[in-house]
């Protein structure tokens, strides 16, 4: 069974620079190549939607010359995107600057009619932070209902979080789609991002076949 919707928290980055005696800003631009391959094979496999961990909320805290190197790795790869996926953010872009909030609005704009894989980047995102928007906007609307209450996560438009893969050997989920996790399939592995092939992709889809889903059935 393929999974709907699978979610990658790109992990190692800047390891995998340090350890090759380079900066991590070239961490973040071979991370990027990879999100691509990765992007690209699930597609090829039937994958519905892919959502990618790109910069959480509390990225933000890391220092300014780290931080201004993923978002400028972010806004080109925005700028220049031209393949077929439909392309949408999650998170509060616009406290990241007029220019990122730019070009996420352009390949928005840019990929809204296509028919490809969704694609979904989490970009100053945290799971905290949009549960309590959510229950926010649940609140002022007067509906207190469990689908009033996904229909105003972010995540609202794409299908059910079926499996999320962290790469970079930590075993947490640093705020990624906390709701929206109850009850996915986890997968921990200690490649670093930037090592993540097509053939990891495979390897992560198989695992997730031979998996037994019970939803406390
Ligand atoms: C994860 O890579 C991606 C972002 C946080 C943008 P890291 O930058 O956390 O890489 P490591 O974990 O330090 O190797
Ligand atoms: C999680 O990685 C966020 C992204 C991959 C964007 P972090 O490197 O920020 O997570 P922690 O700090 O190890 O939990
Ligand atoms: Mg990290």
Redesign the pocket.
């Given at each position: 069974m393929i999974p709907r919707h699978v979610g990658f928290?790109?992990?190692g980055n800047g390891r995998w620079a340090t350890s090759r005696g380079l900066p991590r800003s070239a961490g973040y631009k071979a991370g990027q190549e990879a999100m691509e391959r990765v992007a690209k094979r699930a597609a090829e496999l039937g994958v519905e939607a892919v959502t990618v961990?790109?910069?959480?909320t509390?990225?933000t805290a890391r220092p300014e010359a780290e931080t201004a190197a993923i978002l400028s790795v972010v806004c080109d790869w925005n700028d220049n995107y031209r393949g077929d996926m439909r392309v949408t953010y999650m998170g509060n872009v616009d406290l990241l600057g007029e220019r990122v909030a730019k070009s996420v609005r352009t390949v928005e704009e840019r990929t809204a009619e296509n028919t490809g894989m969704r694609f979904n980047i989490a970009l100053g995102y945290g799971g905290r932070e949009d549960i309590i928007n959510a229950a926010k906007a649940c609140c002022k609307a007067g509906d207190l209902s469990r689908e009033g209450f996904e229909s105003r996560l972010s995540s609202a438009h794409l299908p059910p979080l079926d499996l999320i893969v962290r790469s970079g050997g930590?075993k947490?989920l640093?705020g990624f789609m906390l709701y929206e996790a109850a009850y996915a399939e986890l997968i921990f592995t200690d490649k670093l991002w930037p090592d993540f092939y097509e053939s990891d992709v495979d390897a992560a889809l198989s695992e997730f076949a031979a998996r037994t889903r019970k939803f406390g059935k």
């Open positions: 928290i790109m992990d961990y790109a910069y959480s509390e990225n930590e947490r640093s």
